[in-house]
């Protein structure tokens, strides 16, 4: 009986103090916990110097206005080939009130039918009525009211350096009149074409140029055309950033005579020549370490005639894998202007003019001599 006292009162005061909350056993009570307040971050953008936001707004509105003034002097041209595969959208640029149109080429090159269009969205169709396939360059002539045409403003290839602002408009991938903005990478590049000859002094730029770009202008900051786009170097068929045009100062001299003649008469040496290098000066025992070592002589053409001596020897050079004509002449300049290679010849070869003497300096056999090489007219291949 006391027992059964005993456990109930000791059942009782465990019911109690399991009811009973901490503070009642003299614990500190938890206290409720919310939840963490956010970060909050205020950007506060900085200020630019007002001089700098001012320069900015400068370069925006000069595009703008470039592209203002030179859109209505860009065309789109669409090439009907003989082969429907072949038809394609490609650049131009108004040259003249006289309705010439200069573009590539290898624009028109396998054209059937040649339509324009304008600034304005007019179409009309054009005719070539001259091209040069070794300066990649074309003109042609559209019938169309001199006072709705804007002839471009041509600039100045020579003058021109590796850094300045270059500006593309054209039709890439048939999207018309697209500008695009870069600087001018490299100058002085020498390129052959299909022909066996070579352009020299192309101008390289990093201004997004595309499929459709060719025959478009090149500009500078002041919208002055200083190159015609011709072509890109890109493992795929877009823009890589190496794109190319034709100088501008090599448009001056073919243009005018494509308009008048249809065609136009490149200077001519008449040889084929090697670039000297340090390999080469080994293996054949050169006297000098630059220059070019003239391997054929044209027998038609003016060198010949001259008497400029080519190779007379064939000579395996392991290095290149490939032979030489060893024994010829070694020009090491060209009226007093020294060769280094064969893309200094190419180079002022293209400043010349057919029916020009030029003073060629070279080593016979050891020694210094000058010949004296009317040029030709470079033949038709």
Not at 5 to 14: D, E, G, S, Y
Not at 108 to 122: G, M, Y
Request: glycine content about 8%; aromatic content about 4%; charged content about 15%.
């Amino acid at each position: 009986m006391k027992t059964n006292v005993k456990v109930i009162m000791l059942a009782a005061l465990a019911i109690t103090l399991l009811g009973c909350n901490v503070s009642n056993l003299g614990l500190p009570a938890p206290q409720p916990t919310s939840p963490p307040k956010p970060v909050v971050i205020v950007a506060t953008p900085t200020p630019l110097p007002e001089d700098v936001v001012i320069t900015a707004d400068e370069e925006e509105l000069l595009l703008i206005n470039i592209y203002q003034r030179v859109s209505p002097s860009v065309v789109n041209i669409s090439v009907m080939a003989r082969n429907p595969l072949d038809s394609s959208q490609a650049s131009g640029f108004v040259y003249d009130t006289q309705g010439h149109i200069v573009t590539n080429h290898h624009v028109i090159q396998d054209a059937e039918r040649i339509w324009i269009t304008f600034f304005d969205r007019t179409r009309v169709q054009a005719e070539v009525i001259g091209s040069d396939a070794d300066s990649d360059l074309a003109v042609l002539q559209v019938d169309y009211p001199a006072e709705l045409l804007n002839p471009v403003q041509l600039g100045d290839s020579a003058s021109v350096k590796v850094g300045q602002r270059a500006i593309a408009i054209g039709n890439p991938f048939g999207q018309e009149w697209t500008m695009t903005t870069g600087i001018i990478s490299a100058i002085g590049r020498v390129f052959p074409q299909q022909s066996g000859f070579s352009i020299a002094e192309i101008i390289q730029t990093d201004a997004a140029v595309n499929p459709g770009n060719s025959g478009g202008p090149l500009l500078d900051s002041q919208g002055r055309v200083i190159g015609v786009t011709t072509f890109i170097n890109s493992p795929v068929p877009g823009s890589v950033g190496v794109g190319f045009a034709v100088p501008v100062d090599l448009v001056k001299k073919v243009v005018p005579q494509l308009i008048a003649t249809g065609h136009y008469a490149h200077p001519w040496l008449g040889i084929t020549g090697r670039t000297i290098i340090q390999e080469l000066v080994e293996a054949l025992d050169l006297p000098v370490n630059q220059g070019v070592l003239v391997e054929e002589v044209d027998p038609a053409g003016p060198s010949r005639k001259a008497g400029l001596r080519g190779g007379t020897r064939e000579v395996r050079i392991e290095e290149f894998s490939t032979s030489v004509m060893a024994g010829g002449d070694i020009i090491i300049a060209i009226d007093e202007v020294p060769v280094r290679s064969m893309d200094d010849i190419i180079t002022y070869l293209q400043h010349t003019v057919v029916g020009q003497t030029v003073d060629l300096t070279i080593l016979r056999d050891g020694r210094e001599m000058h010949i004296q090489v009317v040029l030709g007219e470079r033949p038709a291949r």
